[in-house]
């Protein structure tokens, strides 16, 4: 996740429309159990109740939701409810998913849910699966599909969004020169106009952040309008590199350090800003870096120190890649896809650690931005 003080930009988690609903028309055989209605109502963004009507030809004594999201992951999870009902022929229940507990979900993502029921005569009944997709309604949403991406926006003529998609293909291409890296699987990127815009999209909402990825979900959000174009498509590039980062080292056993994975997206940005080289001259010259094993970690919640940790971060990267090349870059991608520990990885690749890193940067970072003799100019 991306940070900057001066940006009016939040993440975001998007609303909720149902499109799949169970005929009232749904009877089997005469005594058998059948579903009457079936559906989930979004209270966008915090919640998503369920209900469901059913009869039988018995008292009906059982009635469980299941309900699973469709995203990234090595296990299917599927959620089981058990409902509160008074037991009768003919019954209502319902529950309501509390994403405040739970936590949100990113905009377009596909709920599918269904229900068993059973009764008094031993009977049971599972109904067929419905699909809802979680969507933000409060905005009339166009959409731009490009390769392996696909971008929606509400705000802007067609060239501001086609400006955003160029800089999305162009960061990707740009990635895998340097990296080897690249999306194995579609991508949906949400332009919101406003903070105000993405903060009513969230659940406990942050007002520093400008722009979020959710990796599991293939989703990324963030705010840009023509008045912060410059930020924005170098944000969006940041994020973007979040994403693929996820799909190129995505295992069961360890993500990735945050170093690694934030550097890889400050560098994906071009050449770093006068504010971040100020952060590594000072750091330079009190000696007051971080240690690489530090920022493994997520980074800090001050602005100034986390300013400190992106800058080496991108110092880092711009170290490995300078010094290495793209291609051993690429191969410690593959290694933590593996599943290997922070130190294996780099010692399989590079033939040191973290720590030996650290010590091998710090010549380059002196030379390059406190050459001898020149002073701390940036």
Do not use: C
Not at 16 to 37: W, Y
């Amino acid at each position: 996740m991306f940070k900057k003080l001066a940006i009016l930009a939040t993440i975001g988690v998007l609303a909720v429309s149902l499109f799949a609903g169970l005929s009232p028309g749904l009877t089997l055989a005469a005594g058998d159990i059948a579903v009457v209605s079936s559906t989930a109502t979004p209270q966008f963004p915090s919640s998503l109740a369920f209900s469901v009507k059913a009869t039988s030809g018995a008292s009906i004594t059982d009635v469980r939701l299941h309900y699973t999201v469709e995203r990234d992951s090595f296990v299917k999870v599927v959620t089981e409810e058990k409902l509160e009902f008074s037991p009768s022929t003919s019954v209502a229940a319902a529950y309501n998913w509390d994403m405040r507990q739970s936590g949100g979900l990113p905009a377009g993502t596909v709920v599918d849910f269904w229900w068993t029921i059973s009764d008094s005569a031993g009977k049971s009944l599972t109904s067929p699966q419905q699909k809802l997709s979680f969507d933000d309604t409060r905005f009339t949403w166009r959409t731009l599909k490009g390769s392996n991406i696909t971008l929606y926006w509400y705000s802007g003529n067609a060239a501001f969004a086609q400006t955003l998609m160029d800089t999305a293909q162009a960061g990707l291409v740009n990635l895998e020169k340097n990296t080897g890296a690249s999306l194995s699987r579609p991508v949906s990127i949400y332009i919101y106009n406003t903070a105000d815009d993405m903060q009513g999209a969230m659940i406990f909402a942050q007002d520093w952040t400008g722009g979020a990825t959710y990796p599991p979900y293939s989703t990324i959000v963030i705010g840009i309008n023509s008045s912060n174009l410059d930020w924005g498509e170098g944000a969006l590039v940041h994020e973007l590199t979040h994403m693929v980062n996820y799909q190129m080292t995505a295992n069961p056993y360890n993500d990735l350090p945050t170093w690694l994975d934030e550097g890889l997206a400050m560098y994906s940005e071009g050449p770093l800003d006068s504010t971040f080289k100020v952060s590594l001259i000072t750091a330079l010259a009190q000696d007051s870096f971080f240690t690489v094993r530090s920022m493994s970690s997520p980074f800090s919640t001050d602005a100034a120190l986390s300013y400190l940790e992106y800058a080496q971060s991108y110092s880092l990267i711009d170290f490995l890649i300078s010094t290495y090349g793209e291609a051993k870059m690429a191969a410690l991608l593959a290694t933590f896809h593996q599943g290997s520990t922070f130190d294996d990885a780099l010692m399989k690749v590079y033939g040191f650690n973290m720590d030996g890193l650290y010590d091998l940067w710090l010549p380059f970072a002196t030379q390059k931005y406190m050459p001898a003799n020149s002073g701390a100019t940036v």
